[in-house]
């Protein structure tokens, strides 16, 4: 059972400014862009206990099974231009997979673009969406989604082969209280240090734990589909592919499948 209370505690004096709570709920993203469009504060946490209508990119859906999972989403005012917004993106993806190694010893990864995952299984997914205004960012919501203690038979047949969860790969129940506040604190963090130092030690410790570069990759874009070596990720957050030609091409979204 989630107990906001120790959540709230552990941590306070963040960016964190509210923690709403809601057992069951369509999806933590769709509230927080309906409380973003109200004027909610930088900081506002949105947690369900499971979602109904979990959103994945592209109208996908999220798979969300009551009370063994973390689904969340922070609302987030940057002062961050539309075409540098994938960096919200690295910075929940670098916060979270940080927070499940230091409070569970998994060796979580990333996989570019919004994948948490573990031995080439997905362990976790980011959705950051962004409301705009004459081109500017109103405010953003990084929503994330962490498969802790689902079980195998938690999620549906079609992604058995694809899914996992801290539990399945750690053999022991983990602690949902003590891994919220961990994310929210190294976000709080990172987004600090984004605003202080710049890019830089964001992107370097996304290198560290990026589980795409070096591979040899086919990413799905919808303007094409591009296979190569995951070379880098650039300042904004795009992969850098170095395609069979030699030539080196930068994408900005798109689905990727590592083939070895
Ligand atoms: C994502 O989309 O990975 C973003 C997921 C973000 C979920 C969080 S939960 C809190 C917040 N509120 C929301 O409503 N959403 C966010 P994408 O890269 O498009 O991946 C979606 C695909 O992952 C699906 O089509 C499935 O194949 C697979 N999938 C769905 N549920 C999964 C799960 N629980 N674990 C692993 N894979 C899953």
Wanted: hydrophobic content about 40%; proline content about 3%.
């Amino acid at each position: 059972m989630l107990n906001c209370g120790n959540i709230k505690t552990a941590a306070a004096g963040r960016a964190v400014r509210e923690i709403i709570y809601i057992e069951s709920l369509d999806s933590t993203n769709r509230l927080a862009m309906e409380l973003g469009d109200k004027g909610a504060l930088h900081g506002t946490v949105v947690i369900a206990g499971s979602q109904t209508k979990g959103r994945g990119r592209l109208g996908r859906r999220w798979e969300s099974p009551a009370g063994v999972n973390i689904y969340m989403s922070v609302i987030l005012r940057p002062d961050l231009e539309p075409k540098d917004a994938t960096l919200l993106t690295v910075l929940s993806s670098v916060a979270s997979a940080r927070a499940i190694r230091g409070e569970t010893g998994l060796n979580a990864e990333i996989k570019w673009p919004n994948d948490l995952m573990c031995r080439d299984k997905k362990l976790g997914g980011i959705l950051t969406e962004l409301r705009l205004i004459s081109g500017k960012i109103l405010f953003a919501v990084t929503g994330i989604g962490i498969n802790v203690n689902a079980a195998g038979d938690d999620f549906p047949p079609e992604l058995s082969a694809t899914a996992t969860s801290v539990m399945i790969e750690t053999a022991a129940k983990q602690d949902i209280n003590k891994i919220i506040p961990s994310v929210l604190n190294k976000l709080d963090d990172c987004y600090n240090n984004l605003l202080q130092k710049g890019t830089r030690p964001l992107l370097d410790e996304w290198r560290s734990l990026s589980s795409t570069l070096g591979r040899h990759v086919r990413v799905t874009t919808g303007s094409g589909i591009y296979t190569g070596i995951a070379q880098d990720i650039d300042d904004k957050g795009m992969l850098i592919l170095r395609l069979s030609s030699g030539e080196l091409r930068k994408v900005s979204e798109g689905d990727l499948n590592i083939l070895r």
